[in-house]
């Protein structure tokens, strides 16, 4: 039997061998996208697999550019995303103040409507909103992408839960004081909810930024398409350009991995911040 030191040591131990275990699930593969992104095609199905980095990165971007025109890619999904995510963020955190601080009538019911919208499939969802950005004759738009999603119901909720532990002492000082309502979300509410909007803000972009099918049906001509659909093109019958696939799939994670690195000390925080009530 092993006494109470003994086992304080073997369960850290054992905590960062998983640790170190998923980390290496995690980096292997992107490491190894980092690679074929910048070694020949032929190099990659062959019997020495390269551990180190090549020298082919811009010869095999200079072929993803000539087929799909990358640039204008890249141009698209950030344009979409960085829209989409500071008009979803507005209108989440202006839904989620009126759920959290005004009563009105039917607000339970709404709100739990709002939230049974997360059980449904994208595929469901697909059809009705081709039709209703097809009446609008806003088909091949940046607008088709953008604003269908704009009011997100996660995004609704943890903002809802965040502006909960707003003390309502405040907003109520701030009316007393001629503050209009308007004000008091602007001036008091949203500089509070910084660390949440922030987490909101990544959820946001990573969520716009990887989506596939709804952009696939309402985006019909090539130079309106974002990166995944992009990068789909490159599947072939008969060949699959996968030198090409891994430089656009690295190029596409670093929109991400730099908006979480500006943003990580907000994050967590900001998803934790509506869990304890005040």
Do not use: H
């Not at 980096?27 to 551990?51: D, G, H, K, N, R």
């Not at 130079?223 to 190029?251: D, N």
């Amino acid at each position: 039997m092993m006494d109470e030191p003994q086992r304080e040591t073997a369960l850290k131990f054992g905590s960062y061998a998983f640790l170190l275990a998923v980390v290496t699930l995690i980096v292997v593969p992107l490491y190894w996208m980092i690679v074929a992104a910048t070694i020949p095609q032929s190099e990659l199905f062959s019997s020495s697999i390269p551990f180190l980095p090549g020298t082919q990165f811009l010869t095999n971007f200079e072929a993803l550019q000539n087929r799909l025109n990358f640039v204008r890619t890249i141009w698209n999904s950030t344009l979409i995303a960085v829209v989409y995510t500071l008009l979803s963020m507005l209108l989440c955190s202006m839904a989620g103040f009126a759920f959290a601080k005004y009563e009105f009538k039917y607000k339970e019911p709404l709100f739990y409507f709002v939230l049974a919208t997360l059980v449904l499939p994208i595929q469901a969802l697909v059809v009705p909103l081709f039709l209703l950005v097809s009446t609008l004759d806003l088909l091949n738009t940046y607008l088709a992408v953008i604003l269908p999603w704009a009011a997100n119901p996660l995004g609704i909720f943890l903002m809802r839960q965040n502006m909960q532990s707003l003390p309502d002492a405040l907003l109520e000082s701030a009316r007393m004081d001629g503050a209009t309502e308007l004000q008091i979300f602007y001036k008091i509410a949203l500089p509070t909810m910084i660390p949440s909007l922030a987490a909101l803000a990544v959820i946001l972009f990573i969520n716009q930024w990887r989506l596939f099918l709804y952009p696939l049906v309402v985006l019909q001509e090539e130079a309106m398409f974002t990166i995944p659909i992009a990068l789909s093109q490159l599947v072939g019958a008969q060949r699959v350009a996968f030198e090409q696939i891994m430089v656009g799939t690295t190029l596409a994670i670093v929109p991400i991995a730099l908006l979480f690195i500006f943003l990580q000390r907000y994050f967590i925080k900001g998803i934790l911040a509506g869990s304890v009530k005040q």
